[in-house]
């Protein structure tokens, strides 16, 4: 179902840089009518302020701590679309002393955050017949040896995001998984890669995903030759409702 953010409000964690602050960007410039900034750090948004004035709210919150999420959730009670961006991601053999406390962090943030997020939206996204994005990676479905902790919580997280389309779809809300690939933030130069996509081609591609009514989100060039590759399974398997 096509979803428009035309005279939305929408709601964007981890909003103050990276394809978090992107996003904000586009969903304003395609005309979204307010966005709440989610941040562990209300300082760190005043770019974004002075730009859009009262367009944006900072409002603190981490997702990665239950109670900061639900108050989030109670002080953003007018919310149509809910963007979880905020994620963590770090270099990580499987193989390694840290290899446990880095997997647990990574889930802890990515994967539990996710489930933080929906549950407490919930209700509001399905009052508003809302839209919910999941910025998920390639990493969900493929993964990468030197990101080993950073793909299976990715995994994880899209995982989660399947579930929470069958069962919020069924309550008229719209779910949206994003899988971009290397994107030119801080945490593709500490993965090492190199020409990276702009983070407009994910924020844009958000935009028109919605409007396409689409649940999967390869937005950048690597992104879609896995889409090329996955479809099949994802038309046959993701997308396939087995209880029928």
Do not use: C, W
């Not at 005279?7 to 979204?32: D, F, P, Q």
């Not at 905020?86 to 193989?95: D, E, F, K, R």
């Not at 949206?176 to 130069?189: D, F, Q, Y």
């Amino acid at each position: 179902m096509s979803y428009s953010v035309q005279n939305k409000v929408a709601l964007v964690t981890g909003a103050n840089r990276g394809i978090g602050k992107s996003i904000v960007e586009s969903l304003i410039n395609h005309g979204a009518k307010k966005v709440y900034l989610a941040v562990r750090d209300v300082n760190s948004t005043t770019d974004l302020e002075e730009k859009f004035g009262d367009k944006v709210i900072t409002v603190e919150a981490d997702v990665s701590d239950t109670a900061s999420v639900q108050a989030l959730a109670q002080q953003a009670i007018d919310v149509d679309i809910v963007v979880n961006n905020a994620g963590v991601g770090t270099p990580q053999s499987i193989l390694g002393e840290d290899v446990e406390k880095d997997f647990a962090f990574q889930l802890e943030v990515n994967a539990f955050g996710l489930l933080r997020v929906a549950n407490a939206f919930a209700k509001t996204l399905e009052a508003n017949k809302g839209a919910l994005v999941q910025m998920n990676s390639i990493a969900s479905v493929k993964n990468f040896p030197h990101l080993s902790t950073y793909s299976a919580s990715k995994a994880a997280s899209y995982s989660l995001t399947q579930a929470l389309r069958t069962e919020l779809g069924a309550k008229g809300v719209t779910v949206l998984s994003v899988h971009p690939g290397p994107v030119a933030t801080a945490m593709a130069v500490a993965a090492g890669f190199e020409n990276a996509a702009a983070t407009t081609v994910v924020s844009e591609g958000i935009i028109s995903a919605l409007e396409a009514g689409d649940f999967h989100l390869f937005p950048d060039e690597m992104a879609k030759q896995i889409e090329a590759a996955y479809q099949s399974f994802s038309d046959n398997v993701i997308m396939v409702d087995f209880s029928e």
